[in-house]
């Protein structure tokens, strides 16, 4: 019932800054937690960072806190991530998902739709 398409990687240097976009198709956008995700070759896709349907409260990986924002705008069935700092450890595929009857979670299986993926690459 949605569709997710993220948007706005690219090649950066560390100390860089970058903001991802997740454009949502679908009336029910507002009703699903969103989340972000990362996958670097050879590794598990990994959690990132989540927020709540109406934006409330989000949750970040301890490896990001401090650095990324997650963030979203309902009206324009968008989801935002903002990423600051950024470091080479940061370079992987990162991904948008949406999960339905969760207020906000980091497992990667409560997530039912996904974006396709968009590359960030942090260069030293």
């Known amino acids: 019932q949605v569709q997710l398409i993220e948007s706005g990687g690219g090649l950066v240097q560390a100390g860089d800054s970058l903001r991802l976009s997740c454009a949502a198709s679908g009336r029910t956008f507002s009703s699903y937690a969103m989340g972000w995700f990362r996958q670097a070759p050879g590794k598990e896709r990994e959690f990132v960072a989540a927020i709540s349907w109406n934006g409330g409260r989000t949750l970040y990986a301890d490896s990001v806190k401090g650095r990324f924002t997650i963030s979203r705008d309902n009206a324009k069935n968008t989801v935002y991530l903002q990423m600051n700092s950024l470091k080479p450890e940061d370079t992987a595929v990162y991904y948008c998902?949406?999960?339905?009857?969760?207020?906000?979670?980091?497992?990667?299986?409560?997530?039912?739709?996904w974006g396709q993926g968009t590359q960030v690459t942090v260069s030293s």
């Open positions: 998902a949406g999960a339905m009857g969760v207020l906000e979670t980091r497992l990667l299986s409560r997530y039912q739709y």
